[in-house]
T-cell receptor, first 111, second 115 residues
Framework: EDQVTQSPEALRLQEGESSSLNCSYTVSGLRGLFWYRQDPGKGPEFLFTLYSAGEEKEKERLKATLTKKESFLHITAPKPEDSATYLCAVRGAGGGNKLTFGTGTQLKVEL | DTEVTQTPKHLVMGMTNKKSLKCEQHMGHRAMYWYKQKAKKPPELMFV???????INESVPSRFSPECPNSSLLNLHLHALQPEDSALYLCASSHSTRGEDQPQHFGDGTRLSIL
């Protein structure tokens, strides 16, 4: 059974204070690791897909990296508008494009 | 704004009511999904439709009945729900469930409250 563990559960940063969120996973045949951002009362917003170890993707202040056991979401010089819950999900070799989500990291960036 | 549109945004219903949630996408995606999300929890998969056919049912109670009338529309029919069914119901779509893996794109959900 695919499993995803995210840490920390919650993170409070000062504006400009860089940090990283962790997503550890076990999956039978990784077909993709996905990062989403979710604001309160909204649906998850797609950020990145990573497919193989060593891959990196960047978007504005966010950078996602992938190893064979975990993924990191690095946030550089965050701003208050980066406050959200960040969800990690994996798709394994089983059919149907079924995603297994982690419980998320709730990020708050303060002035 | 998301490209997956869900209506209504909020729904309050009694346990004996029948209602439907609607989802629409015009991205040409051939896979559509229903998820249930409780507060401070990740989304839980309920159903997957691939090319308008039900391909996954995650042992969801029969009081939830999905329908995919065409490649752009997905409905979730609700009947005799329980208070514990109160949650955010999310619809998502992706290019397909086969071949190259593509991300799922989510709507903003319907906030459902059962009285």
């Amino acid at each position: 059974e695919d499993q995803v563990t995210q840490s920390p559960e919650a993170l409070r940063l000062q504006e400009g204070e860089s940090s990283s969120l962790n997503c550890s996973y076990t999956v039978s045949g990784l077909r993709g690791l996905f990062w989403y951002r979710q604001d309160p009362g909204k649906g998850p917003e797609f950020l990145f897909t990573l497919y193989s170890a060593g891959e990196e993707k960047e978007k504005e202040r966010l950078k996602a990296t992938l190893t064979k056991k975990e993924s990191f979401l690095h946030i550089t010089a965050p701003k208050p508008e980066d406050s959200a819950t960040y969800l990690c999900a994996v798709r394994g070799a089983g059919g149907g494009n079924k995603l297994t989500f982690g419980t998320g990291t709730q990020l708050k960036v303060e002035l | 704004d998301t490209e997956v549109t869900q209506t209504p945004k909020h729904l309050v219903m009694g346990m004996t009511n029948k209602k439907s949630l609607k989802c629409e996408q015009h991205m040409g995606h051939r896979a559509m999904y229903w998820y249930k999300q409780k507060a401070k929890k990740p989304p839980e998969l309920m159903f997957v439709y691939s090319y308008e056919k039900l391909s996954i049912n995650e042992s969801v109670p029969s009081r939830f009945s999905p329908e995919c009338p065409n490649s752009s529309l997905l409905n979730l029919h609700l009947h005799a729900l329980q208070p514990e069914d109160s949650a955010l119901y999310l619809c998502a779509s992706s290019h397909s469930t086969r071949g190259e893996d593509q991300p799922q794109h989510f709507g903003d959900g319907t906030r459902l409250s059962i009285l």
